[in-house]
């Protein structure tokens, strides 16, 4: 049973530039969630879609965008990257909006340069 | 302003002995609280949660104990085990939106 799969494991970006991230949830789940973790802190909640329709926002600007697709596979895009978004951005995935526990992808390491 | 926090950046144990790893949370509205543990290079692994009802979780070596009075909850892992060497973070939710707070994280170092 394959868990969550993120795609790609780094990328290097210059600032201005635009990225793609994407997640593959575990077999049954329904649900993604993105987050962003800096260096040092603990994840910080981007959004969350479920039903192919972003459900909950977290305090992101809107260069921050996403989607689900209907094999719901899920993907992240942010627009004219800043040095500050350089971060890990994990991916979770779980059964329902408001499911049990989440489960984590290994992350993409974002480097914005 | 962070609403979860996790005071202690690390933490060693001698391997055998008892593990307390301590959050502490400003929001009233938080209902529900997990403990997530994370290796270098893969995600955070689920532990184990407790619900603002319960006073006490446990999951085999591993016991969460809440205090709503005190805004604080700990993570028990007894007997500690080299394996539990990783990173530990406190999350939490209110009224079953799945937009979880993190804590800052806790590195547990187990010593032989």
């Known amino acids: 049973d394959a868990g969550v799969t993120q795609s790609p494991t780094h990328l290097i970006k210059t600032r201005g530039q635009q990225v793609t991230l994407r997640c593959s949830p575990k077999s049954g789940h329904d649900t993604v969630s993105w987050y962003q973790q800096a260096l040092g802190q603990g994840p910080q909640f981007i959004f969350q879609y479920y039903e192919e329709e972003e459900r909950q926002r977290g305090n992101f600007p809107d260069r921050f965008s996403g989607h689900q697709f209907p094999n719901y596979s899920s993907e992240l895009n942010v627009n004219a990257l800043l040095l500050g978004d350089s971060a890990l951005y994990l991916c979770?995935?779980?059964?329902?909006?408001?499911?049990?526990?989440?489960?984590f992808g290994p992350g993409t390491r974002l480097t914005v340069t | 302003d962070q609403q979860v926090k996790q005071n202690s950046p690390s933490l060693s144990v001698q391997e055998g002995r008892i593990s307390i790893l301590n959050c502490d949370y400003t929001?009233?509205?938080?209902?529900?609280f997990l403990w997530y543990k994370k290796y270098p290079a893969e995600g955070p692994t689920f532990l184990i949660s407790?619900?603002?009802i319960k006073d006490k979780n446990e999951d085999g070596r591993f016991t969460v104990f809440l205090n709503k009075s005190a805004k604080h909850l700990s993570l028990h892992i007894v007997p500690s085990q080299p394996g539990d060497s990783a990173v530990y973070f406190c999350?939490?939710?209110?009224?079953?939106?799945?937009?979880?707070?993190w804590g800052a994280g806790t590195k547990l170092i187990i010593k032989p």
């Open positions: 979770a995935s779980s059964a329902g909006p408001t499911g049990d526990e989440q489960y």
């Open positions: 929001n009233s509205m938080f209902d529900y």
């Open positions: 407790i619900s603002s």
């Open positions: 999350a939490a939710s209110a009224n079953s939106n799945y937009q979880l707070i």
